[in-house]
């Protein structure tokens, strides 16, 4: 059974947003034309409290109940089974959508019959790493949609070092 795991599209993360993904906005169209062919949507969203000390290392960006942090407005969630909330705590990054507080995202994945995970949104080298780095070590077969990802790129090379470090874990790559 297929799962697809979608990565905080989310307005801080759009241009125009506080922490904007070049392009991150062009994964909506894309995602929206895919959504039927999986049994099961998840849809992670950062979801930041006011302070924490990721905001030491990032402008201060999906901050929860802010129109920020709100999905993008054309992304599809009638189609989303679950919503999962995730870098809520004040500690951590929160990257991962296998880091949650609010549930076991893998034993529940588990629980609904899901084998295979395909990952997209953003970014690529930091939530959606995080997130298909995680599946994998939870024993899915792990893909990420690489037409449905965009990265930041902040050192140049970031993201293509993403995709061949996610490669060598054994994340497989399609295109949507
Ligand atoms: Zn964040």
Redesign the pocket.
Known sequence: MKALLIIDVQNDFCPGGA?PVPEGDQVVPVINGILDRFDLVVATR?W?PEQTV?FEK?PV??VRNTPGAAFHPDLDISKVDKIVSK?TGNKD??YSAFETEELDLAAWLREQGVDEVYVCGLATEYCVKASALDAVRHGFRTFVITDAVRGIDVHPGDIDRAMEEMKKAGVEMVKS
């Open positions: 922490l950062d930041h990721h990032w960006h999906c870098g990054d929160g």
